[in-house]
């Protein structure tokens, strides 16, 4: 059972922001930052996101991070359909000595 | 260009063992910390393991401590997982991912634990 929550979907047409919530606690997102993750269908992650806002080389800069308190959250702006995948929250536990991941949300591009 | 690719997988029976290897290329190995991720089909990510780059530091999820044994081979440039006492649910995609930021991952090698 992950101990980051997120929302099992989401959706909007071509052009619009989509916004997605992580939800942990003091021992995680807390104390730590929070990547992002994408999985493209049948294929493996990447990251998108580390340090709360920070984007790797090459990640457009239609996907933002943020962090506040025991909650962070991933926007997606001017949404593409090739943006329709998985994505995942990630933070060290300090509790559990453990990297936990969200739950993942399915995002869908109407 | 960093590569990771995993081998290893395959069909074992329930309390079987299995061992994972992840070769790395593209980058100086030793320098990096790694882990083990995985992930049950249809199913949410897990991660299953972290070991340091000089293997001083290593830890596991609850799910797999005193089953699963993380190494590495720095001179090798390859990352390992010892799976023992195998079970259903461990049935997976095992990923292979470097840093703690898991900013590059390989492709997987599949594990089903079936009789």
């Known amino acids: 059972q992950s101990v980051l929550t997120q929302p099992p979907s989401a959706s909007g047409t071509p052009g619009q922001r989509v916004t997605i919530s992580c939800s942990g606690s003091?021992?995680?997102?807390?104390?730590?930052?929070v990547n992002w993750y994408q999985q493209l269908p049948g294929t493996a992650p990447k990251l998108l996101i580390y340090?709360?806002?920070q984007r790797p080389s090459g990640v457009p800069d239609r996907f933002s991070g943020s962090k506040s308190g025991t909650s962070a959250s991933l926007a997606i702006s001017g949404l593409q359909s090739e943006d329709e995948a998985d994505y995942y929250c990630?933070?060290?536990?300090?509790?559990?000595?453990?990297?936990?991941f969200g739950t993942g949300t399915k995002v869908t591009v109407l | 260009e960093v590569q990771l690719v995993e081998s290893g997988g395959g069909l074992v029976q329930p309390g079987g063992s299995l061992r994972l290897s992840c070769a790395a290329s593209?980058?100086?190995?030793?320098?990096?910390?790694m882990n083990w991720v995985r992930q049950a089909p249809g199913k949410g990510l897990e991660w299953v393991s972290y070991?340091?780059?000089?293997?001083?530091?290593?830890y596991y999820a609850d799910s797999v401590k005193g089953r699963f044994t993380i190494s590495r081979d720095n001179a090798k440039n390859s990352l390992y997982l010892q799976m023992n006492s195998l079970r259903a649910e461990d049935t997976a995609v095992y990923y292979c991912?470097?840093?703690?930021?898991?900013?590059?991952w390989g492709q997987g090698t599949l594990v089903t634990v079936s009789s």
């Open positions: 991912a470097r840093e703690q930021s898991h900013e590059s």
């Open positions: 593209g980058f100086t190995f030793s320098s990096y910390s």
């Open positions: 070991i340091s780059s000089s293997s001083s530091t290593i």
């Open positions: 003091s021992s995680n997102i807390g104390s730590n930052t």
């Open positions: 340090s709360n806002n």
């Open positions: 990630a933070a060290w536990d300090d509790s559990l000595n453990a990297y936990v």
